[in-house]
């Protein structure tokens, strides 16, 4: 199975678990090149790749441009805050503008839902969402998805708590849509204001209390408290978030035996994980961040035409 | 000048007319309707056959864009769509630039919709000063010029006094206020209806309530002042209790549904296009199917299109950067045709009651029937033609339409204003 037929990967939400075992397998052999010495495959040699991002990013932004290199595309980034999108551009010339210039894939964050829809019915380069507005995350959740299927064997399954604002995370919303194609058993655990609305009806259970949120949990997935969203009267106060939601050691005990911990990162510490729980051997926070590079790179390839069987050889 | 309009369906629900029969219109009024009449021969004949033949639509909640946003819409072009849309009658809503808030700009509406020539315009003014719901609009001035009602349309008057003086002031002139009921607080930085929708799509939400309060503090505040409160574009099934109750209660309320809102639920906002971006949102299915309910058992007073055309640059862009609004007045008649009447949803005397005398009664005009001695406004409807929608053929400068490319069946035939023939089959005559 190739990715000929989809243009772009703009969210999981209409992505088949068909394609997300593609990209998860491919990734496998994408994750040793990535741990050589010699870290590169002339793969994508003559391809363009160029990020834009409308928002900041440490990890996505770089990942994507690192997967790029390693497969030997040409990665180019527009720094939003120092081109013409500051004279009043429009999203839409800035995009053309940049399409005339030739690369074959785009990759866009965007604090606005639904921007890199729009980006992709009005450009011929291939779009890849790196995150819009509170809607989709999807390279995010396919790294989750990764790091659980690396330790755990399968995703089939597997009881996975995502902890947090889960009505302001793109990263809850790809993984839910991932993640349900798996059979596995969803919660979510959050204050009540930060819980969206009729979200059972996407297949997951909802929980204010963090303890028997996490009860047998084979996967805490803990997101980040992003205090630049929680304008309005959402929940009283950082402390009473941690008094509340704080994941600690003492937590995991009341998870699976084999719990493990996931974070999309920038963690805040002692905010909504603990630092103890966030340096232990069952937070594979920074497995994420590898895998996230092998992810992207098996998008990367796929989405640039490549066969499976060239890379695993 | 002699017109007639032979072998139509007329239905004209304001004097319980509903027959085949003949129309004689001379020097642009109506003189006769009767069965085969008898005429002298030098009458322009204008064959109905097949076709239903009602008086002139009104739609009293449009936006012309005028003074002031011409790029969207001018008193010219939206006259000509509304001809085209089967319109005989539109009134302006007074978010411009300046605002209709004082005699002069009304005036200028009004004086610049005579001479468009195409159909009656009517200015709506503003309740507050610059629409900044502080400070009453010079109301009884805005009268004087031509205004026909009230609205800080666009936007709630937020503040519940500055609501209840509006209404005092407003009955004392024997005009009705016209709200636009949104809790600001509520509905804040939303995009699309609160709902499992919106939660799918990854768009802040606004809740139906964000409606449904500011009407039951309107309703309220009628019945405090006796005042007549006209609730704009009410889009859920809670507000409509809220009416419901508000009728029965004796207060002085009546209500518009939009055509989008009977017709289109927030799931097609699925595809992030802004065409879909209006306020009030597009609901979900039990709203939807709660309006189309209350239209057939005769809650909603009249149905209004809230024409709001945009330039593409407002339109062109992300969901959360696009203007809400569609461009409806083309499209209302066959919409309402297409998907409730041949539907079976609504009966068609029902129909054009709630774009004729329905309107007519909420303004108190001297408008929506086809009574002799009266200005001919006549819209023929062809009930089996099939067209597509298509955007670049309106009239309107406003595109934005969610209806873009849908196959609608029962468009406007013909529009005749003050015994002229306007529009036809779709285009100016």
Known sequence: MRFDRRKDLLGLRDVTREEIEVILETAVPMKDIIR???????????????????????????????????????????????????????????????????????????????????????????????????????????LDMYSIRERKGTLEGLKVAIVGDILHSRVARSNIFGLSKFG????????????PPDVEKLGVKTYGNLESGLKGADVINVLRIQRERQHGALFPSIDEYRELYMVTPEHLALAADDAIVLHPGPMNRGIEISTELAESPRCVVNEQVSNGVAVRMAVLYLMLGGGRDEIAG | MKLLVKGGRVIDPGNNVDEVCDILIINSKISAIGRDLRVDGDEDVIDAKGKIVCPGFIDIHAHFRDPGYEHKEDIITGSRAAAVGGFTTVCCMPNTDPVIHNGPVASYVKRKGEAAGFINVLPIGSITKNLEGEELSEMAELAQAGCIGFSDDGKPVMRS???????????????????????????????????????????????????????????????????????????????????????????????????????????????????TKVNPP??????????????????????ATDHAPHNVESKDCEYAKASFGISGIETAVAVIMDRLVHTGL????????????????????????????????????????????????????????????????????????????????????
């Open chain 1, 36 to 142: 050589r010495d010699m870290k590169k495959v002339p793969a994508l040699r003559g391809k363009g790749i160029i990020t834009v991002f409308y928002e900041n990013s440490t990890r996505t932004r770089t990942s994507f441009e690192l997967a790029g290199k390693y497969l030997s595309a040409d990665t180019s980034n527009l720094g939003v805050s120092t081109s013409s999108v500051q004279k009043g551009e429009s999203l839409k010339d800035t995009i053309k503008t940049i399409e005339m210039m030739g690369p074959d894939v785009l990759v866009m964050r965007h604090p606005s839902s639904g921007a890199p829809h729009y980006v992709a019915r009005n450009t011929g380069m291939r779009v890849i969402n790196a995150g819009d507005g509170i809607n989709e995350h999807p390279t995010q959740a396919l």
């Open chain 1, 184 to 195: 596995c058993e969803l919660r979510v655990i959050g204050p009540s204001t930060l819980i």
């Open chain 2, 161 to 275: 006094d500055v609501m209840r003086h509006a209404l005092e002031y407003a009955h004392m002139l024997n005009l009705p206020i016209l709200s636009h009921c949104e809790d600001l607080n509520l509905s804040r930085d939303g995009l699309m209806h609160e709902g499992y929708y919106s939660t799918l799509y990854g768009l802040q939400g606004i809740p139906a309530e964000a409606e449904e309060i500011m009407i039951a503090r309107d309703v309220e505040l009628a019945a405090l002042t006796g005042a007549h409160l006209h609730v704009c574009h009410v889009s859920t099934k809670g507000a409509l209790h809220i009416i419901e109750e508000a009728k029965s209660s004796g207060a002085h309320v009546t209500c518009e549904v939009t055509p989008h809102h009977l017709t289109l639920t927030d799931e097609v906002v699925g595809t992030y296009d802004t065409d």
């Open chain 2, 282 to 303: 597009l609901r979900s299915e039990n709203h939807v199917k709660a309006l189309v309910r209350a239209l057939s058992e005769g809650l909603i007073d009249c149905i």
């Open chain 2, 346 to 429: 609504l009966d068609i005397t029902e129909m054009v009651r709630l774009f004729t005398v329905g309107p007519s009664r909420v303004l108190s005009l001297d408008l929506g029937t086809l009574t002799p001695e009266r200005k001919a406004d006549i819209t023929i409807i062809d009930p089996d033609t099939i067209r597509r929608v298509d955007p670049t053929a309106f009239q309107s400068k406003g595109k934005n339409t969610p209806f873009n490319g849908m196959e609608l069946r029962g468009w406007p035939w013909m529009t005749i204003s003050g015994g002229e023939i306007v529009a036809r089959e779709g285009r100016l005559a």
